[in-house]
């Protein structure tokens, strides 16, 4: 790349903030949906319907015209949909979702990314809410982040579970662990998808949320299959488990974390035990178009959510599988044409047998 290249390219990362706010803010004005309404209104009209003036519609409207979401008539000064028009409105929906969780959980959090880098913690949630800890942590007393982190998780699990659990095998008769289970969706997933005469799921995790889990279970009518059990995955893993299920938590760890908790399920399992591990992952060559992951969650992990951790390479995850005692059996990556266009995340399924 030349110099002159490599300045443009400095350009497109200085307006990055500047567009996104731009396009969302058409959005949170209702400027987009006055003109799904009545194409052609003038900035005029617009500002009269939005409560703006028109002179800042007409601004703003500029860059959506640049990129086609949006089209100027300059003989009536009218503006109508583009490109904007033939997006389904669920698609609509699911792309604001993680604009919001952009917008409330990132914008304000990355001004201390470097400092976030520096200390290992996420710096951000401190000056901002004055709290110590990590955004899964934050979510419970901070109703604002709590709204847009749940929304856009309900919609990313609703769309990746049933993908898992399409390439994880669970004999029949199994006892199950979900790993950091959480209030039990995943136990009341994995029983619900993979059923089975005799199979037991039991949600593993930290003790206070144990009430919450088992009103799940009874709300969906699994409690007779699925149970709890509380503790520190830093500490222990219940044994007893045929196969260990460790969804979205690897993760949010850098490697000595990381291989503490594959370490202790290794501990967990008899020699021949299975573990299925869904992470997102970036490709080895992190050039190629589909390590788009790559361009949100480092900044994401460690100014935002936990100060550390990350996915990582395919390659990675098989070292550190294998440093902890298994051996990997098999690899499942979703096909990037498989999901929406404009989602980041390319999970995977790595599944694993204890060996040690």
Request: negative net charge; hydrophobic residues 40%.
């Amino acid at each position: 790349m030349t110099a002159e290249a490599t300045l443009a390219r400095f350009r497109e990362y200085m307006v990055g903030p500047a567009r996104f706010m731009n396009l969302l803010s058409c959005f949170e004005l209702g400027i987009i949906d006055k003109l799904r309404e009545n194409p052609g209104m003038t900035a005029v009209e617009i500002g009269d319907a939005v409560g703006a003036k028109p002179d800042a519609v007409e601004q703003l409207l500029h860059l959506l015209v640049k990129e086609s979401f949006v089209s100027y008539d300059a003989g009536s000064g009218g503006y109508s949909l583009d490109a904007l028009a033939g997006v389904a409105k669920a698609d609509i929906e699911r792309v604001l979702t993680f604009m919001d969780l952009v917008k409330v959980t990132m914008l304000r959090q990355l001004f201390y990314l470097s400092d976030s880098v520096r200390t290992g913690t996420v710096v951000g949630l401190k000056e901002l809410y004055g709290f110590e800890g990590t955004l899964f942590d934050a979510v419970a007393e901070h109703q604002d982040l709590r709204e847009t982190w749940a929304t856009s998780m309900d919609l990313g699990t609703a769309r990746v579970d049933p993908w898992f659990f399409e390439n994880v095998d669970i004999p029949s008769g199994s006892r199950v662990l979900d790993l950091a289970g959480n209030t039990g969706l995943g136990a009341i997933n994995t029983y619900q998808l993979k059923a089975s005469p005799g199979l037991r799921v039991v949600t593993f995790d930290m003790p206070e949320k144990e009430n919450e889990c088992l009103a799940n279970f009874r709300a969906h009518g699994v409690e007779e299959h699925c149970s709890f059990i509380g503790g520190d995955v830093f500490q222990e893993v219940p044994k007893g488990f045929d196969v260990v299920l460790i969804k979205h938590f690897v993760t949010l760890f850098d490697k000595s974390d990381a291989c503490k908790i594959l370490a202790n399920v290794n501990k967990s399992l008899d020699v021949g035990g299975q573990v299925n591990v869904l992470v997102p992952v970036y490709q080895d060559n992190v050039r190629d178009f589909d390590s788009r992951s790559v361009d949100f969650y480092p900044v994401f992990f460690l100014g935002c959510a936990m100060g550390q951790g990350g996915p990582q390479k395919l390659s990675t995850y098989r070292s550190w599988l294998e440093e902890c005692g298994f051996e990997m059996t098999k690899v499942t990556v979703e096909d990037p044409a498989a999901i929406p266009p404009d989602a980041f995340p390319l999970q995977a399924v790595l599944c694993a047998t204890k060996t040690a």
